[in-house]
């Protein structure tokens, strides 16, 4: 088990945690959840039940993840990240069972602020750019922009989202403004940036 002697983060008793784990204050994990040796977890995360966090992987602070996700080795998420219930990485692109493969995992990076939606597929590989957001059940086979709004098998893009995870409608001259927070953004050759 992880030594938690100062009490900095909470793991309900069915919670298996390896050696090795820096697991950072705040953080919650729940009901029959698996922390694999070696993994970065960040402060004030939450990780909900039966979530199984495999060998090296790194999430940053504020890290959400709802139940049954298992992230394997080689995803890091930076801060702010949203995993929905039962999304799902992978992390070899030709896995066969009789083939060992560990030496040959492909990465995928989530940035800051994205979401990924209940039951979507993120293909190894790809990277998640910076407050992404992943529709419920897309399965992503390449790299996402940040801010862009993908949907459907094969993920394909249908919009832009703001960071407080609205739809951003743009102007003839390329600007918006999200509803909620009243940021502006600027569209500029194909990507988003907030002004």
């Not at 992404?132 to 893009?157: E, H, M, S």
């Not at 102007?171 to 918006?176: H, K, L, V």
Request: charged share 15%; aromatic share 8%.
């Amino acid at each position: 088990m992880a030594e938690n002697s100062t009490n900095t983060y909470f793991a309900h008793e069915t919670a298996v945690i390896d050696e090795g784990c820096s697991i950072g204050h705040g953080t919650k994990i729940w009901h029959f959840s698996h922390v694999m040796p070696n993994c970065t977890i960040g402060e004030n995360c939450n990780l909900g039940q039966n979530v199984v966090i495999s060998p090296e992987v790194v999430l940053g602070n504020n890290v959400k993840i709802q139940n049954n996700v298992s992230i394997y080795t080689g995803v890091t998420c930076d801060d702010d990240v949203f995993l929905g219930p039962s999304c799902v990485f992978t992390n070899v692109t030709n896995p066969r069972s009789a083939i060992n493969r560990r030496g040959q995992y492909a990465k995928t990076h989530v940035g800051k602020g994205a979401s990924i939606g209940a039951n979507a597929t993120i293909v190894c590989g790809h990277d998640i750019g910076q407050f992404a957001f992943i529709g419920a059940g897309a399965v992503v086979t390449k790299n996402v922009p940040d801010y862009a709004l993908l949907v459907g098998n094969p993920a394909r893009q249908l919009g832009w989202m703001s960071e407080y995870g609205h739809r951003l409608e743009f102007n003839e001259i390329g600007e918006a403004i999200c509803p909620e927070s009243g940021a502006k953004y600027l569209l500029k050759d194909g990507k988003v940036n907030k002004a």
